[in-house]
């Protein structure tokens, strides 16, 4: 046998095994919670997590809604994604739009015009509302410092903050999910995956994305060291040259803050070519909101974030 085909065989094994752990993953909370709800955006991570959620349940349909907690700054291809899938599935979302909260003074806008940190109360507020108990995010620990301390399942409090320090031991794949009422579980069955397991699942489940995770022309403008586009969210600043690149994006949130990489990779496998090449995760790369402050993505969670 060839390195090359043992480094294949390996890595098909990797996949085999992560997918069986997510698989669990969704039949243990089915069995445990009363009232699971998926996050869903029709970002790549929550498309492959639906994927999953299918195949755990197959052939009968997902037991779970779906919640996408809609800043209100999204991109066109993706939000027309999310709705397809839905509709194809023939899944129940529920949409919690960020400007509900605006219009009727829960919420203001910030001064810098991301909506990103304002989707924790709607967000908080839907699951009381709903009641839900267990929420599925599509949360990686290789993506940010913060979240490479959480657990698979992650307890939230009464108020939908998450302690570190409260973190339970998940010896043997056996979680606890055990909560008060009023409190609730954050569950992460992608935690163990890194963004080239994802790309490469993708490729060999040969599952849809939005056309934006791929490269395409766009106007862009540079700031603080990404490609913006401009968007209901605003535009470039005075001096602030607009450019038509081709580019894609590696993840995908407010578009005020989500920026784009430049790429010919138009295809799944000129991907996962350009990841394994990356130094930087997709969040370090390319979101504004994960560098207001040294520990930005750990204040958000403390308070209630995905």
Request: some cysteine; charged content about 30%.
């Amino acid at each position: 046998m060839t390195t090359a085909q043992t480094a294949t065989d390996a890595a098909r094994d990797n996949l085999a095994a992560l997918e069986s752990e997510a698989v669990h993953i969704f039949r243990e909370v089915a069995g445990e919670f009363d009232r699971p709800v998926i996050l869903f955006s029709g970002g790549k991570d929550s498309t492959l997590l639906l994927h999953l959620a299918i195949k755990a349940f197959w052939p009968a349909p997902v037991p779970f809604p779906l919640l996408h907690v809609d800043t209100g700054h999204n991109f066109e291809e993706v939000i027309t994604f999310r709705d397809h899938v839905v509709n194809t599935h023939g899944l129940r979302l529920i949409v919690a739009k960020v400007q509900d909260w605006i219009d009727d003074g829960r919420l203001e806008e910030r001064p810098d015009g991301t909506r990103n940190p304002l989707q924790t109360q709607p967000l908080l507020d839907t699951i009381a509302e709903h009641r839900f108990d267990a929420v599925f995010g599509g949360g990686r620990r290789d993506e940010e410092r913060a979240r490479a301390k959480e657990r698979i399942f992650s307890l939230r409090d009464a108020f939908g903050q998450w302690d570190p320090r409260r973190q339970r031991p998940e010896l043997w794949n056996l979680y606890n999910g055990r909560h008060r009422p009023g409190e609730h579980v954050r569950v992460f069955p992608l935690s163990n995956w890194t963004e080239a397991d994802v790309w490469n699942y993708i490729a060999r489940e040969d599952i849809e994305l939005p056309s934006i995770y791929y490269a395409h022309r766009r106007s862009v403008f540079r700031r603080d060291g990404m490609w913006l586009t401009e968007g209901p969210w605003g535009g470039p600043r005075d001096g602030e040259e607009v450019r038509e690149l081709m580019v894609r994006y590696r993840t995908v949130g407010d578009g005020s803050c989500t920026g784009a990489v430049e790429s010919t990779a138009t295809t799944v496998e000129q991907v996962i070519a350009e990841v394994k090449a990356s130094r930087l995760t997709e969040r370090g790369a390319t979101r504004a909101d994960d560098r207001l402050s040294e520990a930005a993505m750990e204040d958000r969670k403390r308070e209630g974030y995905f």
